[in-house]
C-alpha cells in the first residue's frame, strides 16, 4: 500500500480516492505523510501552495479530485468554496457548500475512522 505525493506539474492516473489540499504547512505535509504511510486507505493526494504560481495545474488537480480542502487562513479565493466537494480548515467560518473541518488532518482521520 502506498500514496502518492503529487506537485506540479506532475499529475498521476491511478485508481485512488483523490484529494487537492491546498496551502497547507509544511507540518501538516509531514504528519499527513505518517498518517498515509500507517492508513488504511491509498491516496493521491495534489499538494498546491499559492506561491507555486500554477494555477492551470491547480484546475486540473481538482477538476480530477473526489475532495478538496483547503487552509482558510491562507488561500482566499472564494469560487473554490461554491463547491460541494471541498473542505476547509481555519479561523474563518464560510457560508457555502464548502465543509468545515477541524484541520487538514481531520478528513483523513475521519475516513480511516468510517473504514
Not at 24 to 35: G, H, M, P, R, Y
Not at 105 to 112: A, E, G, H, I
Request: aromatic share 14%; with cysteine; proline share 3%.
Amino acid at each position: 500500500m502506498y500514496s502518492n505525493f503529487i506537485t506540479p506539474p506532475d499529475f498521476v492516473n491511478e485508481d485512488k480516492h483523490t484529494v487537492t489540499i491546498i496551502d497547507a504547512s509544511l507540518e501538516e505535509v509531514e504528519q499527513l505523510c505518517k498518517i498515509a504511510e500507517n492508513g488504511f486507505e491509498d491516496y493521491n493526494l495534489y499538494l498546491y501552495r499559492s506561491e507555486m504560481n500554477d494555477l492551470e495545474w491547480l484546475h486540473l488537480a481538482i477538476k480530477n479530485s473526489d475532495s478538496i480542502i483547503v487552509n482558510i487562513d491562507a488561500y482566499k479565493n472564494e469560487e473554490i468554496f461554491k463547491r460541494a466537494n471541498v473542505y476547509y480548515y481555519g479561523k474563518d467560518i464560510l457560508i457555502s457548500p464548502a465543509q468545515k473541518i477541524n484541520s487538514l488532518l481531520s478528513y483523513f482521520q475521519t475516513r480511516q475512522d468510517t473504514k
